[in-house]
């Protein structure tokens, strides 16, 4: 069998509930690579590495392949704002990065996350006091509105223009998981309509930001005191469409999959429902696991390289394998069993290196508050259908539904 047949079964639908099998094969060799295909790696030590090599680019302008997946193409932007720093080289990607890390976390904001813990806790109570019924739709229901509500109140975006804020996030959601038979013209034409909604929105509020900061994040962003510290417009609006995007859709994967994973191991389910601390290290462990980001394809070497005894061209492209390294048995042993008593669990499910998931933190945080949450209050909660219907994209894996019965809701 051809390395390109591997990865067209890595990257088939058919295939999205359980591709850990073809990881498993994928990583029997340091580098797959055919005639056309991308350079795809799947090693946990090499992945690493490649994170961590300043030769290998994030910037698309860089590669001459095109071996791109649905929905990777544009991404947040839709060719409407400037790239964001996740497709950003050094010194624009270390530039950008530190403007908005200022006041997202340490060490200017250090308490910026942890400070939103009682509100966050006050969203998760209030979307589980809402999950009555005999069986729910866990993402419909509270997977999705979370994050995007947390996103909401870390901009700034005022409560009564949350729902706005939230039609235009599914919008743009839907353009990265591409339906069979969609009519492609029509889904790019509304996802044009909302970006420029919510560009035109959000250049409102960071004018009104300008001359009226608040203690919120685009206030910050929008009001730089420095012209080290400051940002333009379009840079301002390209960042918030990372943080709209990006930090929810993975939250939106960790939790689903976090209950997924629970329900499949009903004894941990228990041991969580009787310890909250538990929450800290199965956190870790689902990042591990099951993570809500499948895989990188969107590097390339800006030099030839040698790697593990092949030649990667200039300008190819490389697709680094966040979940095949997370389960090498070279790293992690038994990596197949679900542990969250496993110890030294240094995994790659938020990246690593200069484009480590910038996000982390908030991601961390929700995640254990939700599941905590979650198994604390649902009465005997069982899954409705194993496995779950997945979402089409390849990268950001995770059930498009999750069905559960439960008995109740524990006040």
Known sequence: ?????????????????????????????????????????????????????????????????????????????????????LRLDPPEHDRLRAITNRPFGPPHSPHRIDGMRGELQTIVTDLTDALDGDEIDLVERFSYPFPVTVICRLLGVPRED?????????????TLDPQPGQDVTERDRIAQQARIELGLYLNGLIEERRKSPGDDMLSQLASGDAPESRMSNMEVLSTAALLLIAGHETTVN?????????????????????DARLAVPLVEELLRYEPPVQMLPNRTPITDIEFAGTTIPKGS????????????????????????????????????????????????????????ELARRLERPRLVEDPPPYRTNAVLRGPRQLRIAIDGVRP
Not at 162 to 174: K, M, P, Y
């Open 317 to 372: 492209s490389i697709w680094l394998m966040l979940a095949a390294a997370n389960r090498d048995p070279k790293r992690f042993a038994d990596p197949d069993r679900f542990d969250p008593d496993r110890v030294d669990i240094q995994h790659l499910g938020l990246g690593s290196g200069i484009h480590s998931c910038f996000g982390a933190p908030l991601a961390r945080l929700e995640a254990q508050l939700a599941l905590s």
């Open 162 to 174: 949350e729902s706005r804020f939230h039609g235009w996030a599914d919008t743009l959601v839907a």
């Open 1 to 85: 069998m051809t390395d390109l047949t591997l990865l067209q079964q890595i990257t088939d639908y058919s295939n999205r509930h359980d591709p850990y099998p073809l990881y498993a094969r994928l990583r029997e060799k340091p580098v797959h690579h055919d005639e056309t295909g991308p350079y795809v790696i799947g090693g946990y030590h090499a992945v690493r590495a490649l994170l961590h090599d300043p030769r290998i680019s994030s910037e698309r302008r860089n590669r001459t392949a095109t071996t791109e997946l649905p929905g990777q193409e544009d991404g947040d932007e839709g060719g409407t704002l400037p790239p964001n720093f």
């Open 254 to 274: 960790l939790i689903t999959n976090g209950m997924l994973t629970l329900l499949r191991h009903p004894q941990v389910l228990e041991r969580l429902r009787a």
